[in-house]
């Protein structure tokens, strides 16, 4: 598993703000340098998917990081990512 997201709706419903979390514990990393570098790679995927779906969050998103994105190919995590944001809002939609 790459990642799991959590999906926060916001309090306030007239001008809601839109953040994205990354999160990595230190109990998956125990490198700072190796929790830096895959909020980085999910960081840049993010927005790689994000042009991709042509979409833009509704709503705040949490993701919760593993230890295995330094590891897949960043295209699968692209893919993967696009993928889940489809779905994502396209849930929020309904």
Known sequence: MLYSVKVIKSTTQENPVK???FVIKKKVCKK????NRVKRIARHAFMDSLKITNTVPSSNLIF????????EEYSKIVEKMSTDLRNIFKNKSN
Not at 32 to 35: E, G, K, L, M, T
Not at 64 to 71: K, T, V
Request: charged share 40%.
């Open 32 to 35: 700072a340098s190796d929790r």
């Open 64 to 71: 919760f990081l593993e230890h295995d994105m330094i590891r």
């Open 19 to 21: 953040k994205v979390f």
